[in-house]
Nanobody, 128 residues
Framework: QLQLVESGGGLVQPGGSLRLSCAAS????????IGWFRQAPGKEHEEVFC????????YYGESVKGRFTISRDNAKNMVYLQMNSLKPEDTAVYYC?????????????????????WGQGTQVTVSS
């Protein structure tokens, strides 16, 4: 059974850092693009960062530019989201999701509706 499990969330002060992990089981990530999305209360899913299966292409949302980075280790079936300089507006439930790598990474590559498999999410709270 294909499963994604996020970890690493928690409470952090503004300006702090967190590293989220996404562990895949039941399938190998070699052929899958992975996206990180977040959802704050009362808001839609927001794309945070997406990465192609071979890590050659990435997409990030403007709100995280210069602060977040994404990486993956296909040998370990893991994807990571490093979040630095966190702000209160980063508070949300963070999800990782997978889709078969589309082979092209233009408009829509990081659209949430394109991602078929989702984890249960991990809460990130940025507050003093």
């Amino acid at each position: 059974q294909l499963q994604l499990v996020e970890s690493g969330g928690g409470l952090v002060q503004p300006g702090g850092s967190l590293r989220l992990s996404c562990a895949a089981s039941g399938f190998t990530l070699d052929n899958y693009a992975i996206g990180w999305f977040r959802q704050a209360p009362g808001k839609e899913h927001e794309e945070v960062f997406c990465i192609s299966s071979d890590a050659s292409s990435t997409y990030y949302g403007e709100s995280v530019k210069g602060r977040f980075t994404i990486s993956r280790d296909n040998a370990k079936n893991m994807v990571y989201l490093q979040m630095n300089s966190l702000k209160p507006e980063d508070t949300a439930v963070y999800y990782c999701a997978a889709r078969i790598d589309p082979g092209s990474y233009g408009l829509g590559f990081c659209a949430a509706y394109q991602y078929e498999h989702w984890g249960q999410g991990t809460q990130v709270t940025v507050s003093s």
